[in-house]
T-cell receptor, first 112, second 117 residues
Framework: GNSVTQMEGPVTLSEEAFLTINCTYT??????LFWYVQYPGEGLQLLLK?????DKGSNKGFEATYRKETTSFHLEKGSVQVSDSAVYFCALRDGAGNMLTFGGGTRLMVKP | DAEITQSPRHKITETGRQVTLACHQTWNHNNMFWYRQDLGHGLRLIHYSYGVQDTNKGEVSDGYSVSRSNTEDLPLTLESAASSQTSVYFC????????????????FGPGTRLTVL
């Protein structure tokens, strides 16, 4: 079956530091890949997505590249802000279906 | 603006009681989903629906049921609440139509925090 593994948190960084959150996946088909963000007390919001190998998703300074050869979709940001403090979820959607499979989530804490 | 809402936002109940969590979306989406969020497990799919009168079991469906009588609503019922069902519950919806299958996005509600004592 499908599965998503992401690094456990919390990840604590100082403002303006470089961020990487690792995500790897297992899927039987050719999935679409997503990063969702959950701010405190809120539901999940789509941050970025990529639908095929070598696609790069980007939004709000965050980037992730769909690497089929390493089955990875690592999230990066060059300079984090306090407002980026949230929980980040990597997810995949199997090419044939509409359901999402989520990783366990990674909490990011950014200190001033 | 279209939105997806959940009620109540917080609920405390006792073991053995029946509980229903409401989810209402005004996106006119065909697809609706219920997830539970637990520490260390991320989000796990409970039930989902691809349209009126359609319901399907997800990964952790035992002890839960849903019904879809219209496009807008997918209530989640806990038949006999158990302490193991203490969790945060999220409803989501998506539209399978669009520029391509890879581009449809799930929109999430704000969540319901359920405590079963």
């Amino acid at each position: 079956g499908n599965s998503v593994t992401q690094m456990e948190g919390p990840v604590t960084l100082s403002e303006e530091a470089f961020l990487t959150i690792n995500c790897t996946y297992t899927a039987t088909g050719y999935p679409s890949l997503f990063w969702y963000v959950q701010y405190p007390g809120e539901g999940l919001q789509l941050l970025l997505k990529a639908t095929k190998a070598d696609d790069k998703g980007s939004n709000k300074g965050f980037e992730a590249t769909y690497r089929k050869e390493t089955t990875s979709f690592h999230l990066e940001k060059g300079s984090v802000q306090v407002s980026d403090s949230a929980v980040y979820f990597c997810a995949l959607r199997d090419g044939a279906g509409n359901m999402l499979t989520f990783g366990g989530g990674t909490r990011l804490m950014v200190k001033p | 603006d279209a939105e997806i809402t959940q009620s109540p936002r917080h609920k405390i109940t006792e073991t053995g009681r029946q509980v229903t969590l409401a989810c209402h979306q005004t996106w006119n989406h065909n697809n609706m989903f219920w997830y539970r969020q637990d520490l260390g497990h991320g989000l796990r799919l409970i039930h989902y629906s691809y349209g009126v009168q359609d319901t399907n079991k997800g990964e952790v469906s035992d002890g839960y049921s849903v019904s879809r009588s219209n496009t807008e609503d997918l209530p989640l019922t806990l038949e006999s609440a158990a302490s193991s069902q203490t969790s945060v519950y999220f409803c989501a919806s998506s539209d399978p139509r669009g520029p391509g299958q890879g581009y449809n996005e799930q929109f999430f509600g704000p969540g319901t925090r359920l405590t079963v004592l």
